[in-house]
């Protein structure tokens, strides 16, 4: 088996030694599949099993799966320069953006059918209308709330997967379809942040780039958390007590989760207490905003929820949004608070700080002081961060971050590009720390034979001969 460490290598060989076992011990087995529906659709002998990814017939490992899965190996720094252009601002809360801005729909039908301010469907109709997408796969829902992919072709199909769903839908195992059946050559893309991830190794990867690559916008929604469609069902049942054909419209707001019913009821929840039902890989998710979207969308930031918050990162979502501005198919204003888009994505990222005493005092082997340990650690919660992020999280003042990140640089610990911070590959951090560790043990212990050892030996000698039966011979003892 290739070792894990050069997985990094992997994007730019041919290797084809990795198979579904691969992407089943690193990924499914370990929790960390988001259901996305890219394996399924790429390999036909890959299906699905209740909530998860299947091998249904022999593995040929030709890597496939595991190099377009939404969960392996993502190389920001490759997907930043082919995605944003030189002129976006990048944020350590938000990502890479030109503009984020407040815009809602004119269309009073596509208003009354979608979540807030019907931006997503208003910019997916006008790009096909104008012929700059042939077709969208998106997310639609059963009666019963089901989610159901769908290869939107027609505004009449956008408009029936308005609404969030909130339950993990294999939105990219229609990418097959879409590409083959549909001899679709520039899909639009909505969904979760993860589900980017795949869409974009789709977009720029080859062997499928080449050959397929066809995806022409990406929109990506504002994800706080997300829910099998089972747990999904016992939050609106069992949690709110509403029929699930009952529901009108769900939302994730302010940190609730909101069920509107038919008879224009609404019943919600905090998000704190139904975290049990969250799906196990969204735990450890710190993309809020859809960080490598075109275009990202939610409805945090407005003081009416009858608005979109819209973060517009690269030139083709610039160039789309501008155009269905340009229409009067949508308006937009700049009276957006920031401040609560990032508290939320700070919220995310924060989510998982695994802050603990037993780690901090564990590294101490290795001569790490305590605020050292602590920023390492953030760090590696966070996955990346500049010096202003890592004081207002840890709450202390950037000179004394500013040192310890210094120090773990020294160490080669972490790294830096561009003043964000990252850790380095843990394997490759400890495996020199231990050959330091043992080659300060075994100099310190030469050292001390041939050095303490001798006059400690000769005190005993002299001071408690009539002890010793024989000889003491001290390369016994070491
Ligand atoms: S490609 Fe998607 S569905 Fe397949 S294992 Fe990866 S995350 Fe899961
Ligand atoms: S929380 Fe993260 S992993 Fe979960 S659905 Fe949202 S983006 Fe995907």
Not at 84 to 91: A, N, R, V
Request: proline letters at 3%; hydrophobic letters at 35%.
């Amino acid at each position: 088996m290739i070792p894990r460490e050069i997985i990094k290598d992997y994007f730019h060989c041919d290797i084809s030694e990795y198979g579904f076992q691969d992407l089943y011990d690193l990924v499914i087995s370990n929790k960390n599949c988001v259901l996305c529906g890219t394996c399924m659709s790429i390999c036909p002998r890959i299906g699905i099993n209740e909530n998860e990814p299947l091998l249904l017939d022999y593995d040929p490992e030709c890597s496939l799966c595991y190099k377009y899965c939404a969960k392996t190996y993502f190389p920001e720094k490759f997907f930043e320069k082919e995605i944003f252009p030189e002129h976006t601002t990048k944020d350590p809360l938000i990502g890479h953006y030109q503009k984020v801005m407040l815009a809602k729909s004119t269309n009073e039908n596509i208003l009354k059918l979608s979540q807030n301010g019907g931006i997503v469907s208003s910019i997916l109709i006008h790009a096909l209308d104008e012929g700059l997408i042939d077709g969208a796969l998106l997310t639609s829902k059963d009666e019963n709330w089901m989610p159901k992919p769908i290869i939107a072709r027609t505004s009449k199909e956008i408009l029936e997967a308005t609404g969030s769903v909130y339950a993990l839908a294999p939105t990219l195992s229609i990418y097959r379809d879409a590409i083959n059946k549909y001899k679709l050559k520039k899909i639009a893309f909505v969904g979760m942040p993860c589900q980017i991830h795949a869409v974009r190794k789709l977009q720029f990867f080859p062997p499928l780039s080449d050959k397929y690559g066809k995806f022409s916008l990406i929109i990506g929604l504002y994800c706080t958390s997300n829910y099998s469609y089972d747990s999904m069902k016992d939050i609106i049942q069992k949690e709110l007590g509403i029929k699930l054909n009952e529901v009108k419209k769900l939302e994730v707001s302010h940190g609730h989760f909101i069920a509107y019913t038919k008879d224009g009821s609404m019943k919600n929840i905090p998000i704190k207490s139904i975290k049990k039902y969250s799906w196990s890989s969204c735990q450890y998710c710190k993309d809020y905003t859809a960080e490598y979207s075109d275009i990202s969308v939610g409805n945090i930031g407005s003081e009416e929820n009858t608005w979109n918050s819209v973060i517009i990162r690269s030139d083709i979502g610039m160039k789309i949004f501008k155009d269905t501005l340009k229409s009067k198919n949508i308006i937009s204003n700049n009276h957006i608070d920031i401040s609560q888009i990032k508290n939320a994505c700070l919220r995310k990222k924060l989510k998982v700080n695994d802050m603990n005493e037993k780690l901090i005092s564990a590294l101490k082997l290795f001569n790490i002081p305590e605020l050292e340990a602590k920023t390492y650690l953030t760090l590696l919660s966070l996955e990346n961060a500049d010096l202003s992020m890592l004081s207002a999280v840890m709450k202390k003042e950037s000179s004394e971050i500013n040192l310890a990140l210094n120090f773990l640089k020294q160490r080669k610990w972490i790294s830096s590009i561009n003043e964000f911070y990252k850790p380095n590959n843990l394997v490759n951090v400890f495996k020199e720390e231990f050959q330091n560790l043992k080659e300060t043990f075994e100099k310190n212990l030469k050292e001390f034979k041939l050095g303490a050892f001798k006059e400690l030996e000769t005190i005993y000698i002299k001071n408690n001969l009539k002890y010793i039966k024989n000889n003491i011979l001290l390369d016994d003892y070491f």
